[in-house]
């Protein structure tokens, strides 16, 4: 079992920045973040196996994730945030695969929140 917790949520305006925190219990083959806005699907933001990372279209050029084992953490930096970006953001990790499928990843955080006002 691998535990996540995440922080560094919180309110913003557009154009701001916020960065996100996972600490989790164990390593895993790839970790990642996901979003999800009340009434729609879970959505994938980003992910990363080793060197290999992967991007959502939406937030490409704006978010970027990154890993520090040595410290257990998966950190989520997000630049010029805009209104849409406003989610539930979850930390998630899978010990066998990548990628946007939200029933591929075997592990998720409790989530946290982050709102974007105009």
């Known amino acids: 079992q691998v535990q996540l917790v995440e922080s560094g949520g919180g309110s913003v305006q557009a154009g701001g920045s916020l960065r996100l925190s996972c600490v989790y219990s164990?390593?895993?083959?790839?970790m990642g973040w996901f979003r999800q806005v009340p009434g729609k699907e879970r959505e994938g933001v980003a992910t990363i196996a080793g060197e290999y990372i992967s991007y959502a279209d939406s937030v490409e050029g704006r978010f970027t994730i990154s890993r520090n084992n040595a410290q257990n953490t998966l950190y989520l930096l997000m630049n010029s945030l805009k209104p849409d970006d406003t989610a539930m953001y979850y930390c998630?990790?899978?010990?066998?695969?990548?990628?946007?499928?939200?029933?591929?990843?075997?592990?998720w955080g409790q989530g946290t929140q982050v709102t974007v006002s105009s």
């Open positions: 164990d390593s895993a083959y790839c």
């Open positions: 998630v990790a899978s010990s066998f695969v990548c990628g946007f499928e939200p029933s591929h990843w075997d592990y």
